[in-house]
Each structure stands twice: as structure tokens, then as C-alpha cells.
């Protein structure tokens, strides 16, 4: 027997045209119930909240901290919410979620990687958090189709959370958008709608070592080895994180059939997002270090970094080069990324280095070289 939401689905005028159009139209409908059930998830916001416990031995590594909450409080009286983030860990899943549940937020669905939905934590996210699976690279007209009218159906009754980079950012830099979700969330064809671009910062990123190694994600690696890497650059791990949303952008004047409207869209956005990145301590020493450099060169470098990121309109969690040494250096050493030697500093691991650098870079650029 089909649930509301699949009934719902199939209804729809676009899913109706694509099954008008296909030569077989009952394997497309197969084809589309099949990706449905595949979707098809719940949220149970009691048991949800109760994932704090067993989940603490993570949590309790990373201080939450949001900004700027009464705009999504103010959004949320208001209507429904999309939030678009930058994606740095798999920590993100846990962390901004969580932001939004302590402030008394309500919850969102969140639209993950199919690669998180294996073993137990897949039934955790099917049945518990409310994620839906997401393909990234099917190329599929049927999963697309699907997929789009899901979110649009789904957005009648709740708000979304979503990465538009795709996945984590392996280079440590700020992605380009894809459109596909920005799509699917115009199609709810809700006056009520507003996108709130998320930006998470970290002192340290708990897989930095993983993620900076490849730098560009060649294969999608079974989320269990991933999950033993990160577990063991967990020892001796602590850090902040800030969430940090940004105005509610309207989509009210966006026409939901032209790509370019929705490109644009998608780079206001990201533009927006990249604004309310938190520029660290720990990412202004990367970006300021040399293969070998004295601390007073060091804290001149910075400082400039600070400076610029300043006039740029960054959001700032520095405030001057000598405070970023103070709070920045430690984290980096004791993480095995710079080794400090009296007054002089080196560089210890210079691919983890450059992937905390990359992290700001959007904010340092020139305003006709940023995302639009």
C-alpha cells in the first residue's frame, strides 16, 4: 500500500510528464517507487533529541556555538526554512542540527550522502533523524525526477537542511554550488519559503588528516573505514564550532524553469554562506605560515591576514595578529600540523596546513574573484 507521501509524488504534474514521456511507463514507475521506498524516511524528534547520550563521547570533544539565532527564529515564525551549508566533516551532521535543537529551533530533515546509510547508522538516519539518502552522482532521469518532487513534497510539512557543495570539501576551500536541491526546493512552490545560508567553522576539523591527504575526492570510500579514521584522529581532539546564519533569502522572484535564475540563486547564496564563515585562529596561522618563520614575522603575517579579511566584511573570530598566534598556534601543534622551536615556528605536515589556509581564502579574494 503507497503512504500519503509517495501517493503525493506520483500526483504531481512533473512526475506525470516524465511518465507520459518514457516509451515504458510502467519500468518508470517502477523505477520511481523503487527510489521512493529508498527515500522514504522519519523522524522521531524525541528519540532524536535523546541521540545526545550515546552520541557524547563526540559531542562533548566540540563546543557548540550558534549566531545569529533570532533570524531563524524570526524566519521560522514566518514560514518554512531551507538551510544550505558549507560541508566540512561528518561531524556537521551532528553539530548544526543540534545548534538549532538547543535553541529551541524545530528540527529539520537533512539531506545526506547514501554512502552514511549503511549498518546501524543508516537505521539511525532513516528512522530517527529524519535524513534522506541522496545519490549525488546519479545520473538517472528517474532518481532526478524523484528525488526533486521528494524534497518538494516534503517541504510541505517540514523545513531541509542541505549541503550545496555536495560533499565535504577535501581541498578545505569553499566549493561551487550544485543546483540540483535549490531545484527541488523552488518546485515545493511555497510563497513562504526562504533559504538561510549556514556557514560551520572549526579550530580543528576532526579528519583533516583524511580529508587534506586526497585533497580531491576520487572514490567514495565505505563510510565504516572512514569512521575508524576518524575515531582514531579523535584522541586528544577539541575544538569550537561555530554555526552561524546568515538573512533569509526570499525565492519569491526566482522562476523555478530558467537554470540560469537557479544558478544565480545558488551563488547568492553560496555568496552569502561564505560571508558568515568564522575566520579562526588556527586557520589565520595556516594561512600566515611559512616552511620556517619567526614568531614575530609570523604575527606580522597574520595580522595583514586579519586585516584583509576585516575590510573584506569577514566574520571575524580573531581579532589581531598576535591574538591568532596565542589561540591558534597550540591547537595546530598539539594536532602534529606545525612544530614550534623556541621563537621559530616550522611546518610539520603541509598538506593539513594548506587545507586549513584554503578555509579562508574565500574571504581574503578580491570581490570579482569570489563566488557570485
Known amino acids: 500500500m503507497l503512504d500519503d507521501i509517495t501517493k503525493a509524488v506520483l500526483a504531481r504534474e512533473d512526475i506525470a510528464r516524465y511518465l507520459h514521456d518514457e516509451a515504458k511507463g510502467a519500468q518508470a514507475r517502477t523505477r520511481i517507487e523503487s527510489y521512493l521506498d529508498e527515500m522514504r524516511t522519519t523522524q522521531r524528534y524525541s528519540i532524536y533529541k535523546a541521540l545526545k547520550h550515546p552520541l557524547y563521547p563526540i559531542l562533548r570533544k566540540i563546543e557548540r556555538i550558534g549566531e545569529q539565532l533570532s533570524l531563524v527564529k524570526a524566519a521560522a515564525r514566518g514560514g518554512r526554512i531551507v538551510y544550505a551549508s558549507n560541508h566540512r566533516s561528518h561531524t556537521d551532521y551532528l553539530v548544526e542540527p543540534l545548534v538549532l535543537d538547543d535553541n529551541g529551533i524545530r528540527p529539520p530533515v537533512i539531506a545526506a550522502g547514501i554512502n552514511l546509510f549503511g549498518g546501524p547508522l543508516g537505521l539511525i538516519h532513516r528512522h530517527v533523524t529524519g535524513a534522506i539518502p541522496v545519490r549525488r552522482n546519479a545520473k538517472d532521469p528517474a532518481y532526478l525526477v ?96 561555530f554555526v552561524t546564519f ?50 614575530r614575522e609570523l604575527i606580522a603575517r597574520a595580522e595583514a591576514i586579519v586585516e584583509a579579511a576585516r575590510a573584506a566584511g569577514a566574520n571575524l573570530g580573531v581579532q589581531s595578529g598576535r591574538e591568532a598566534l596565542e589561540l591558534g598556534v597550540e591547537p595546530l601543534e598539539l594536532r602534529g600540523v606545525i612544530v614550534v622551536e623556541g621563537s621559530c615556528l616550522r611546518v610539520r605536515d603541509r598538506n593539513v596546513l594548506r587545507y586549513y589556509a584554503r578555509s579562508i581564502e574565500h574571504a581574503l579574494a578580491s570581490p570579482s574573484s569570489r563566488t557570485h
Open 146 to 241: 524523484t528525488l526533486k518532487a521528494y524534497v518538494a513534497e516534503m517541504l510541505r510539512t517540514q523545513d531541509l537542511f542541505f549541503y550545496p557543495e555536495g560533499g565535504r570539501s577535501y581541498s578545505g576551500e569553499l566549493k561551487s554550488p550544485k543546483t540540483g536541491l535549490f531545484n527541488a526546493a523552488l518546485q515545493a512552490d511555497r510563497s513562504n519559503l526562504v533559504i538561510i545560508p549556514t556557514a560551520i567553522a572549526y579550530d580543528l576539523v576532526l579528519e583533516d588528516h583524511v580529508l587534506a591527504r586526497q585533497r580531491i575526492k576520487r572514490s567514495q570510500r565505505p563510510f565504516s573505514r572512514e569512521l575508524a579514521e576518524m575515531v582514531r584522529y579523535a584522541v586528544g581532539y577539541r575544538s569550537r564550532a
Open 246 to 295: 546568515g538573512r533569509p533569502i526570499s525565492v519569491d522572484h526566482v522562476e523555478v524553469d530558467s537554470r540560469k535564475a537557479v544558478l544565480d540563486l545558488a551563488h547568492a547564496v553560496m555568496g552569502a554562506l561564505g560571508r558568515q564563515v568564522k575566520i579562526l585562529p588556527t586557520a589565520v596561522v595556516a594561512a600566515a605560515m611559512r616552511p620556517s618563520i619567526t614568531r
